[in-house]
């Protein structure tokens, strides 16, 4: 299948700095990602979808201030958590789908972040 | 927006028993339903999907219904093995949103040797 590769692993950071999250597609390539968070215990939880070349669209209740994304090519997202702060400590997973004309495709998953702030 | 429910949220069951798990959807017009088992720590990795245009389909020991009219589909796995135990979660997502998912609650399921 499709390879999405996510980078870093897992990061620790200090409370009140920034952290940059990469998500690529290696094999194809996704006009459309998106970014989900994770808390332990729960369910994955879609923060936003990242449009190649255009503003990212944000669900309910995520601040677009603080979770920046940026899709500045075809095969690239960013995600980063600006100002973290201990509560920003989770999960993060990006996933894009192949693009195909006959419908839903697999969803295919980065390996996830797993953000620290102390 | 799309909601999706799943129960239960925890499931033990004994080797070579059968586990089903059950989520409702909300949004009708959502026409692509995946199931994902994810390991600790890892990512999600889809073991079964339907479309709505079908009402079944099976994969060896895992199969997977759908009933539109009420909104519901399920997850049967058949002859559970230790290595079945991980959290599954459903999903449910529209064919205009570029492969966007709502994920139901999880289930986390524990086989027994």
């Known amino acids: 299948g499709a390879v999405v590769s996510q980078h870093p692993s897992w990061v620790i950071c200090k409370s009140g700095t920034s952290v940059k999250i990469e998500c690529r597609s290696l094999?194809?390539?996704?006009?459309?990602m998106f970014w989900y968070r994770q808390f332990p215990k729960q369910s994955l939880m879609l923060m936003a979808t990242?449009?190649?070349?255009?503003?990212?669209?944000?669900e309910q209740g995520v601040e677009k201030d603080k979770f920046l994304i940026n899709h500045a090519s075809l095969t690239l997202s960013t995600l980063t958590v600006t100002s973290a702060h201990p509560e920003d400590s989770s999960f993060y997973i990006c996933?894009?789908?192949?693009?195909?004309?006959?419908?839903?495709?697999?969803?295919?998953f980065g390996q996830g972040t797993r953000l620290t702030v102390v | 927006g799309e909601n999706v429910e799943q129960h239960p949220s925890t499931l033990s069951v004994q080797e070579g028993d059968s586990a089903v798990i059950k989520c409702t959807y909300s949004d009708s017009a959502s026409n692509y339903f995946p199931w994902y088992k994810q390991e600790l720590g890892k990512r999600p990795q889809l073991i079964i999907d339907?479309?709505?245009?079908?009402g079944e389909k099976k994969d060896q020991r895992i199969a997977v219904t759908l009933n539109k009219t009420a909104k519901h589909f399920s997850l049967h796995i058949t002859e559970t093995q230790p290595e079945d135990s991980a959290v599954y979660f459903c999903a449910a997502s529209l064919y205009n949103q570029g492969g966007k998912l709502i994920f139901g609650q999880g289930t986390e399921l524990s086989v027994k040797p």
């Open positions: 339907i479309r709505s245009n079908v």
């Open positions: 094999d194809f390539q996704a006009t459309t």
């Open positions: 990242s449009n190649e070349g255009s503003k990212a669209t944000y």
């Open positions: 996933s894009a789908r192949v693009p195909s004309g006959v419908g839903n495709t697999e969803a295919f």
